[in-house]
């Protein structure tokens, strides 16, 4: 792994679809499902990860104190850009992330906040979906970086 990026800031799980956001301090990641309790298995939206400092340029954009949990991503993280890094791998801790493409934001992300999908539409500003490689532990705290 090369020098660390960036860390987990936060995480959390979707026990059901449309459902709450659980704020959690580690989560168990299951290669090739995803996170253990979460509502997205499989695929390659199992784990969507969220750029902290995106989320702050459109908190400041939209001049409203919007808590992260509201873009409903599993983990936010911050000194990472997901900007041109379809295909890529993140090494989170111990677990590899392969970002398969950008989440687009949905219409509960309007509900939630008055113009808060047009903020997050362009520029990867809604995050990343990407498919877990690895059975690990992911902590608030790990270190994050790309993999070459």
Known sequence: ?????????????????GGPM??????AAVAGKGLEGNANQGGKR?????SADKWQTVRSE??????PSVRRANLLLSGIDFVDKRGRTLQVGECRIRIHTECKPCRQMEE?????????????????????LDDATMEVGDLVSWLD
């Open 46 to 50: 199992q784990v969507i990860l969220l």
């Open 1 to 17: 792994m090369s020098e660390a990026d960036g860390r987990v800031e936060a995480i959390w799980i979707k026990r059901f679809k």
């Open 22 to 27: 659980d704020p959690v301090a580690s989560a």
């Open 62 to 67: 939209l001049g409203v104190d919007v808590d």
């Open 112 to 132: 939630a906040q008055a113009g808060l999908q047009d903020a997050l539409r362009d520029d990867w500003r809604g995050g990343a979906c990407g498919e877990v």
